[in-house]
């Protein structure tokens, strides 16, 4: 099944987009067709297709502390950055780890979003529990 950047761009709220005609800016809101992406002095509307990709981080870019707060919450971390794969993660894990702008999606693999610790020059909002 081929994925669609729709499905999963509501769980990346506040994480940093790169654009090729605007750069960087942080995801605002979206709606049934369209995503918001707030500029530094300004809010561009991108439809979905537009070149307007997330930037995510890798599960292996976790730090041990990251790691120790993920631990309270779930063991099975350590068994995803072995595979690549979740055995089960609860709504809470969920939510941290997107805010975190962690790629829980595989959605880097699949084209849908960028590396962040690829971008070079990346100046993103960095966000906190």
Known sequence: MKKNIKDYIHFYLGQP??????????????????MHVEFEKTIQGFLFGDDAKLLLRPISDMTNKEMDDVKKYSDHIEKYIETGVFIRIDGELHRILCKWG??????????????????????TKKTII
């Open 102 to 123: 962690f790629d829980i999606f595989n959605l880097i693999e699949s084209g849908l979003a960028l590396d962040r610790t690829k971008i070079e020059g990346k100046k």
């Open 17 to 34: 987009i790169k654009t090729s005609r605007y750069g960087i800016g942080n995801l605002d809101s979206v709606s049934k067709t369209c």
